[in-house]
């Protein structure tokens, strides 16, 4: 099967852009090993503060990472 170029690169692109981050991006602690964790304590209704603690997410630059990811990738994956 042969890609497109262009359709490879927005697939990259939308990749990048969308997934929960691997590692935080100032200090380098792996934070998306707790992603899915921190979203179902989300759902059954622990705060923000409870469930990164109970993480043990402790630096405030992990913290605002996991914190600001908004979840797009089934929104913008209906347009490329």
């Not at 981050?21 to 409870?50: E, H, T």
Request: contains cysteine; charged residues 20%; positive net charge.
């Amino acid at each position: 099967m042969i890609i497109s170029s262009q359709n490879f690169i927005k697939s990259i692109l939308l990749l990048l852009n969308m997934i929960v981050p691997v590692r935080c991006f100032s200090c380098g602690k792996v934070i998306g090993a707790v992603w899915n964790d921190y979203q179902k304590m989300l759902k059954d209704g622990v705060s923000i503060k409870d469930a990164l603690d109970k993480l043990e997410i402790k630096r405030f630059c992990c913290r605002s990472a996991l914190m600001s990811h908004v979840e797009m990738i089934d929104t913008v994956g209906k347009f490329v």
